[in-house]
């Protein structure tokens, strides 16, 4: 058992499951010794923390691609911060790395688990949205696991979100014929035409299907980059031009559900047409980071991709920010600078 430092930090523990829609008495706020660190260990401070939609699914109780959080234990997820001490020859005070060791002020991380925050290429934040896995997940989802090619007409739902506005604008820079996002405000939407796409919707005005016609025009729908499920599915596969491709990310529109999904209910025009269904972690794509990275730093280097960032202060506000992205509240990457 390691002995605990004489100072402490605080992290967010999970109180007790959701049922549906997270509230704020799931979380507490809490003190926790920070433990000594053994050799090949770090203890960062950390900076910035990532809220994902994902942690959701991983406050169930249930078997999933991820094991459940505890109850009465801190969450983790991304982080980034600064090396404050080190046991190990690869990292020194002052560093700054990457970890999934979130959801707290301080993180002692196996340095082998860290991944080094180069000086002077981003903000921080970056490493935990375009240049981290948010980035991957967009670049890898649709260009290895949608297989895009130039002239492909796109379709991005979730598009003002931290994986889809990205997704949006590799395509675009990659010769897309015609990009077209769904979000959830008019504010969203102009920014999506601002970052580049060529059409985009509210799909609270009217049903998505209608919308994704009139901006799909006769030239249909050759990939769909999936963050929402249920009535976008339905619509993106009514469109779909034979032999389409679906990278399924993310089903949003249904984390919160205590009811199975009514959609879609068309699935069965996959056979017809021919499509590719493909779901996807990014934890399977690692083997693109290096590619991606490279691509990624010059594309923010020539403006070629911009990003937003929602960010939230203070740790404590860390559960209400994670609510706020589930109703989407964001607007790109949801981050607590703590």
Request: include cysteine.
């Amino acid at each position: 058992m390691s002995r605990a430092l004489p100072f402490s930090g605080r992290e967010i523990r999970l109180a007790s499951r959701p049922q549906g829609r997270p509230v704020p008495e799931n979380f507490r706020l809490a003190e926790a010794g920070v433990p000594v660190l053994e050799e090949g260990q770090i203890l960062v401070r950390n900076e910035f923390i990532s809220v994902d939609p994902y942690m959701r699914g991983r406050m169930n109780d249930s078997k999933s691609y991820s094991a459940p959080f505890r109850l009465d234990e801190a969450l983790d997820g991304g982080a980034v911060g600064e090396v404050i001490a080190s046991r190990s020859d690869a990292h020194k005070p002052g560093d700054v790395v990457v970890h999934q060791r979130g959801w707290r002020e301080y993180a002692v991380v196996d340095a082998a688990a860290t991944t080094p925050v180069p000086s002077g290429l981003a903000p921080h934040s970056a490493f935990l949205g375009a240049l981290g896995m948010t980035g991957l997940t967009a670049y890898a989802g649709l260009l290895k696991v949608a297989e895009f090619k130039a002239g492909d007409v796109v379709f991005v739902s979730g598009a003002a979100g931290a994986v889809g506005s990205i997704v949006g604008q590799i395509a675009k820079a990659m010769g897309a014929a015609k990009v077209i996002g769904s979000a959830g405000t008019a504010e969203k939407v102009e920014r999506l035409l601002e970052l580049g796409f060529d059409a985009a919707f509210n799909y609270r005005d009217a049903p998505v299907l209608e919308q994704l016609a009139a901006a799909a025009g006769e030239g249909g729908i050759d990939v769909y980059f999936d963050n929402v499920g249920g009535e976008h599915l339905e619509a993106a596969l009514a469109l779909m031009n034979t032999g389409g491709r679906v990278a399924m990310c993310g089903a949003i529109a249904q984390y919160n559900s205590t009811e199975p999904p009514a959609a879609p209910r068309n699935l069965a025009v996959a056979i017809g047409k021919q499509l590719t269904l493909r779901g996807f972690l990014v934890g399977g794509q690692r083997q693109h980071a290096a590619e991606f990275a490279g691509r990624m730093a010059g594309w923010l280097a020539d403006g070629t991709v911009r990003y937003d960032e929602t960010i939230v202060a203070g740790l404590e506000n860390a559960p209400q920010a994670f609510i706020d992205l589930l109703d989407g509240a964001n607007t790109g990457k949801m981050l607590v600078r703590i």
